[in-house]
């Protein structure tokens, strides 16, 4: 592989890893104000509100694995590029 093609991809893959990270802290904003409007429903009885509230959360929750997951791997590919430029460059 060549540096200069390695550098780049690693630019890529980090991009997308701090663009993912930063999904996660939306989604985790996200599911506490669900939370929040979930817990005043059920201390004041609305079912109703409950039940969409309860598949949002689990929606919004299943959302923010996927991009733990993508985040990890990302994670996990860029540092497979930063030993392969440590053995290119050196």
């Not at 989604?27 to 509100?49: D, T, V």
């Not at 929750?61 to 990302?74: I, M, N, P, S």
């Amino acid at each position: 592989m060549e540096v200069a093609l390695c550098q780049e991809r690693l630019a890529v893959v980090e991009r997308r890893f701090r663009k993912a990270c930063e999904q996660i802290v939306h989604m985790n904003h996200r599911l506490s104000n669900l939370e929040r409007r979930y817990n005043r429903a059920k201390k004041e009885g609305h079912k109703s509100f409950r039940y969409t509230l309860r598949l949002r959360i689990a929606v919004v929750d299943g959302v923010r694995e996927v991009f733990y997951q993508f985040a990890y791997q990302k994670a996990k590919e860029a540092d497979e590029l930063r030993g392969v430029l440590k053995r290119l460059t050196c």
